[in-house]
């Protein structure tokens, strides 16, 4: 019944999808959101190209959060579409979870599992992705020998490549997992609960996290906004340091200064769209619109 209610929901198409700009890494087209009566979202269009660090700013309830995870459909949106890669993730044709193993999102709460350890909570995904493909291979495989049973040697089919097995796909992640908390020097938290940790541990760990699927992406929704104050540099300064690496991120953020300082552009979000966009040097410095100004105001 689910699936049905979905499919009929995006079959209602009030607006055409448009040809998509295969430079772009992500494009929102006429982006549509709305909570019964309430629009979150109003037909925003945007950009995102590889290798752009993109800050979303505004006051809360501008939609923010909420044009976030459309970006990955965590939210269905009431209208528009979202391409990744000129795939069209409202497209209900497209396997939408093996989209989002190259979109890493980063929670305001962490969204660590707390009956898990901190290198459980890491490896769970590689693995799981890992074990999925193999079986899928082995499947696949199992077919291609049936079929091949039947066919003169010169038609035969040949088999999928399998490079790693199980013990190969777990030991590999665990590797990497630990390479990642050396990096942000919790190697000693590893088989700790994350319930043990501090909050921005916590979020540093959700952050590696994601960064252990090698994401096209990183989306950060509000990640320091639930941190102590004293907990907010060592959080944002692993930001900087993955954005230096050359990651596209998008981030909304209440923390100015980091947008000033990390972001090549800045979109200001007000009642559901985008008012105003542009360097950080152009909105921080000669915002042109008398909202963004009086934000800017009450919040620098």
């Given amino acids: 019944m689910k699936n049905a209610k979905k499919e009929k929901f995006f079959k209602t198409e009030k607006t055409p999808v448009e040809p998509y700009d295969e430079a772009a890494l992500l494009e929102a087209q006429h982006l549509t959101k709305s909570f019964g009566e309430l629009k979150v979202l109003n037909d925003i269009s945007e950009k995102i190209y590889e290798g752009e660090k993109i800050a979303i700013i505004g006051p809360s309830g501008s939609g923010k ?27 209900l044709k497209v396997d939408i979870n093996l ?3 190259r979109m890493g999102m980063v929670f305001q709460h962490f969204n660590l599992f707390n009956n898990m350890s901190v290198l459980k909570n890491i490896t769970l995904a590689p693995v799981y992705v890992g074990m999925h493909d193999l079986r899928r291979a082995k499947l696949n495989n199992f077919k291609i020998k049936l079929l091949n049973l039947f066919k003169k040697k010169d038609k035969k089919t040949p088999l999928e490549e399998i490079s790693k097995t199980a013990k190969e796909i777990k030991a590999e992640a665990k590797a990497n997992a630990m390479r990642l908390l050396e990096r942000i020097g919790l190697a000693d938290k590893a088989d ?67 947008a000033r300082e990390v972001a090549t552009r800045v979109l200001f979000m007000d009642e559901g769209k985008i008012t105003e966009q542009g360097t950080p040097e152009k909105i921080f410095g000669a915002p042109e619109s008398d909202r963004l100004k009086d934000f800017l105001s009450k919040v620098l």
Wanted: charged share 20%; hydrophobic share 40%.
């Fill in 99 to 101: 989209q989002r193993r």
């Fill in 192 to 258: 700790v609960y994350p319930s043990t940790l501090s909050g921005g541990q916590r979020q540093r760990i959700a952050i590696v996290r994601a960064l252990a699927m090698n994401p096209k992406v990183m989306l950060f929704d509000e990640p320091t906004s639930a941190l102590d104050p004293e907990m907010v540099g060592e959080v944002l300064a692993l930001i900087k340091e993955v954005a230096n690496e050359g990651m596209t991120m998008v981030i909304v953020t209440h923390e100015m200064n980091f």
């Fill in 65 to 91: 959060s909420t044009f976030l995870r459309c970006l990955n459909v965590l939210e269905d949106p009431t209208d528009g579409y979202v391409f990744f890669e000129g795939n069209n993730l409202c497209n």
